[in-house]
């Protein structure tokens, strides 16, 4: 199949393009339940892709009746808001970062501590939907996920009294999940718990905890405003929603707009005080465990963030100045699989993968800075050799900017070869392929179970829109560029097939633009050992 001289792979007609029904379950009990069971009740919770686009574009505020719903949801699987402030919570929000301030936050306190447990929350994940709730560090077995996952759902469906009118009798795909972190971090009794928002923050799910220890926000990131059409202001009041009454408050430096609603918000609600972080000369000294320049503001506020939080629950707490030994450890051995990483494939000795989840324009910048550098994407040994084989795997979300996103790309090779001595318009021939593909996992048309998602809309993907309108962009920024090394293909197991078939070796490959994309090629391409 052609399309405007791009190949494509698959027809409209081909199972490639069918999403799978809708799972329905009876509320029988279940004689043995399985992770693989527990994931398939949770995907049947998942939204649509209009339901989730609605959600994006309100920041969050689904409806006024958000947080009283998830308030009645913990109270019926037998759990007061109070309760949960037993588990010590630092809740972290921001539109950059947010998961890797999380990341170095969970690593320096059980460095720091390592006689406590800490429990760590974010979203999405990256293979298996138990990276998720993970207990010092490590995701909780498949064993441990399925019995705290039937212990939250037999609940709802036993105690399905509801008062609040708008409540749906089993909450959605993210509250489940939530509801689960909070109840696995009470019944394995967490010293500490790092939460991460989901969207927004004044309406999100996890803003639920009366008091946490204490807050942060990171970077409030231009790209929201652009693709939301909200202004920062707007979404600064939304991030500010998770300041909370008499508990310290941090935040990276922000646009003035942006930073004036986030000091009205503190004011507001009563925050005992915010303060701004700044870089710290020692943190660009240190080898991060996340790699990336972007990554040094990321562990600045998570420093300051540890740093408040032991001071808070450690009266024999020394941290007061600098990094002490702990500290930088901590740091150093951060881990957070798909954010900026190098892979070598573990069977094909001639095929390095280079992974990061980028999915805005200034995500995206940091990507390539890092990967167009010398010893990552471009050769240590030689810097003004461009010619070395390399393939960009890239997808987006239905309703960004294919041509902002490429042209970042463009924009950001030609300053990254300017900036090591290389020809400049050796842009255009960087990448030997180019591949653009949809996020499901299987050239079958199925998902992994963990990696299945309703976001994706039929008839999106039924005629690869997403992928044909970047291919068209990708086309437009590089006339010159082969039309036989664009591909527009339907699965990310397609996508691994053609880069398995490059004759240029050895081979670098970025895999960027999408998180889920990420996560599928770390399946496909069997790289789960040496990613996760």
């Known amino acids: 199949m052609q399309w405007q001289g791009f190949k494509v792979l698959g027809s409209i007609r081909s199972p490639l393009f069918r999403l799978s029904a809708p799972v329905r379950f009876c509320t029988r009990q279940m004689s043995t339940k399985t992770y693989q069971d527990a994931v398939e009740h949770l995907n049947s919770l998942q939204s649509n892709a209009a339901t989730l686009e609605a959600v994006r574009a309100s920041g969050g505020r689904s ?9 009645e949801y913990l109270e019926r699987i037998g759990y007061t808001p109070e309760q949960l402030n037993s588990l010590n919570v630092i809740h972290i929000t921001g539109t950059k970062g947010k998961g890797s301030t999380s990341a170095f936050t969970e690593s320096i306190i059980r ?27 490590a995701p909780i077995s498949e064993t ?24 749906p009798p089993m909450p959605g795909y993210f509250r489940f999940i ?19 928002v989901g969207v ?51 935040t990276v430096q922000q646009p003035q707009e942006g930073m004036t609603m986030l000091e009205s918000r503190a004011k507001e609600l009563q925050a005992s005080n915010l303060r701004v972080v700044t870089d710290n000369a020692e943190l660009s000294a240190l080898k991060l465990g996340l790699a990336g320049k972007h990554q040094i503001q990321n562990a600045a506020l998570a420093v300051e963030l540890a740093r408040s939080f032991l001071q808070t629950k450690d009266s024999n707490s020394a941290e007061v100045e600098g990094l002490t030994a702990s500290f930088k450890e901590g740091l150093v051995e951060t881990k957070w699989p798909g954010r900026c990483q190098t892979i070598p494939d573990p069977k094909r000795e001639d095929i390095t993968w280079y992974l990061d989840g980028a999915h805005t324009v200034e995500s995206l910048q940091c990507c390539v800075q890092w990967f167009v550098t010398p010893g990552i994407g ?25 041509d902002s996103f490429l042209g ?22 960087f990448f030997k392929h180019v591949i653009f593909c949809a996020n499901v996992t299987y050239a079958d048309g199925h998902f992994k179970g963990d990696l299945t998602t309703k976001a994706i809309s039929e008839s999106d993907l039924a005629g690869l829109k997403t992928q044909q309108a970047l291919a068209l962009a990708w086309t437009s920024l590089f006339p010159a560029f082969p039309a036989e090394r664009v591909h527009v293909l339907p699965s990310i197991e397609n ?38």
Not at 144 to 167: C, G, H, Q, S
Request: charged fraction near 20%; hydrophobic fraction near 45%; charge should be neutral.
């Open 63 to 71: 409806s006024e009746f958000a947080i009283p719903e998830m308030l």
């Open 111 to 137: 460095h720091a501590r390592p006689g406590w447990k800490t429990g760590l929350y974010t979203s999405p994940h990256l293979v298996a939907v138990r990276e998720r709730i993970r207990i010092n560090g």
């Open 144 to 167: 441990e996920f399925a019995k705290y996952f039937f212990e939250v759902w037999d609940r709802l469906i036993e105690n399905n009294k509801m008062e609040v009118p708008t409540t």
């Open 178 to 196: 939530t509801l689960m972190a909070f109840h696995v971090f009470t019944q394995l009794k967490v010293d500490a718990t790092i939460l991460e």
């Open 200 to 250: 927004g923050g004044t309406y999100d799910s996890t803003n639920i905890v009366p008091k946490p220890i204490v807050t942060g926000i990171t970077a409030l990131g231009i790209d929201h405003v652009n693709v939301l059409g909200r202004t920062l202001t707007e979404i600064a009041w939304q991030k500010g929603g998770i300041f909370k009454k008499d508990v310290p408050a941090f």
């Open 378 to 402: 471009v050769s240590a040994a030689d810097a003004n050799k461009t010619e070395e084989s390399r393939v960009l795997i890239f997808n987006c979300t239905s309703g960004r900017s294919g």
């Open 408 to 429: 970042t790309v463009k924009d950001g090779i030609r300053s990254q070869l300017a900036l090591h001595g290389l020809k400049e318009n050796d842009v255009a021939n």
């Open 495 to 532: 996508a691994v097939k053609v880069v398995e078939n490059v004759p240029e070796l050895p081979l670098k490959v970025l895999v960027t633009g999408s998180l889920h994309l990420v996560g599928g090629v770390v399946e496909v391409a069997g790289l789960s050992e040496a990613a996760l």
